[in-house]
């Protein structure tokens, strides 16, 4: 399963700050979705408001719609922890479980929530998320082991296979290779590109050649200065970003100019 | 310096390794004859060894400073100062803990044998008895108390950390910083005067001890796992919410889990520190010589207690009384020692690997 998401008029607020101002965007599903600009223009704000991430932080609201395959994410009786479990994320810095093992912190979308299965299933739903991760092979023989004890681009996949094993439809990536080396920034890439065989993929990134490199489509966010709300600039294909954006903003910042 | 500088990294010469100890064992002794003499002109034959010690190192300090200075420069100079001053400040933090257990462990050896173990001090005049009754009395009240102080502490410290905010968490935060200089003889005011209003006046049981102890001990159990929730990453919370995990599960198996170790450190600390109170228990708990294993009537004895009163109220054969009270002493200070050790068994066996 994959959804399409609709975002309409879309105002983020940390209490009365305007953060992302007016934005209006479909992201496909089975698609990979990126999202760049400079810092602190608001993109891992707005892909946290995708899973209703962003009121965790008190004083944080949203205004607008938000519709996955039409439903209303910010409903009146919509309860954030069900968004959460159709939309999976991964975060900037790997953070697995660390008093759990492995597979514990692959299986921990179900633990976590007291969901009950077989000793068979289990066996069977970690290698999957694992394979899908593409980590089963360096940690299949230790798979009761600490999480902590990967390196950093392995953590990185537990927390995706983390995310894969409750199998959600959408998957949120908030700058998941910046604290990676390039050997597992490039395994991460790969993985992404597998992923949206099945998933809505969207990928904040301040990396433009990993944007041009696996993003379908690519939105570029920017502000007019500190303490002005972020707003999108451009959204299309990320081939037209890259070679001919329609706003001269994306093309300095594409191009470097600057940023 | 005959040696020519052929670099620019290349600074001055260091005293050899064995010039610092001889220097300071020349010192001392160089104190202890010139006190020895002192003593012996002077007629008094007690030796103080207090000026033997700040003679010694005073002289010891500024010659060793002023011969660093010389040959190897201020900066090392300062820094073999320094040195001295911290190792002396320890040393002397050290001496009144080391002396107090040794007293303790000398004193205390004398009647630390099986029967102090299985006796009560019921029918007992002069020699032999034992601190049983007072053992088990101090084990249940302290039991009891930790029962309801922590389940108390470690959910208010969540409530703080997790959901209080406004003015409710300042409030609670407010009185748990009062509560912690509550002085402990108001604990046991306040137990009686509570129980006074049940059982009326002369009350005296286990029970009110142990409440006694949980007023003392909530704020700490408070503090400690206030502070281990508080280190540990937000990132976790935010990855187990990611997982649609909701809040309540998240604090139980995400939160809890994490810091576990530091409150169980935590726990154990504020147990040794009520282990050891008198005057609550003295004023709700009584003091009696028979066994009592039932905190819910009667007195009940308890180890801080029988140290006290053996000591206080000493009988005809007063050394066997003495004795008694050093062993309780000795006692209750491997008790403490034992929960300490559970209480690093604990953070090791239980914090996160990796």
Redesign the interface.
Known sequence: MSKRIELQKLNVYYSSFLAVEDVNMVIEPKAITAFIGPSGCGKSTLIRTL?R?HE?I?GARVEGQLLMDGEDVYGPDVDP??????V??V?Q?P?????MSIKDNVL??Y????SRMSKTEAEELTEKALVGANLWNEVKDRLDK????LSGGQQQRL?IA??IA?EPDVILMDEPTSALDPISTAAIEDLAVELKEKFTVVIVTHNMQQASRISDMTAFFNIAGTGMPGKLIEYDRTEKIFSNPAEQQTEDYVSGRFG | MTSQVTSSFQGTADLPKWVSPAMLLAFFMGSFTLQVMLASSTEQNELNLIPVAVFGLVGYAVALYALSRFVEGRRKATDRLVTILVTAAFSLALIPLLSLAYTVVQNGAARFDAEFFTFSMRNIVGEGGGALHAIIGTLEITGIATLISVPIGIMAAIYLVEYG?GTIARLVTFFVDVMTGVPSIVAGLFAYALFVIFFGPGVRMGLGGAIALSVLMIPVVIRATEEMLKIV?N????????????KW??VI??VL??A?AGIATGVMISIARVIGETAPLLIIAGFTASMNYNPFDERMMTLPVFVYTSYANQGVDMQSYVDRAWAGALTLMLIVMVLNLVARLISKYFS???
């Open positions: 899973n991430m965790v008190p922890v069900r968004v959460r479990r159709q999976g994320m975060f810095r953070n697995p479980f660390p008093t921990s979308g633990k976590l929530n007291n600490p999480g902590s004890g927390c983390r995310a409750v | 905010r990453p990132e976790l919370r935010e990855a187990a919410y990611a997982l649609g995990v909701p599960l998240t198996k995400v889990p994490t576990l996160p690997k990796g």
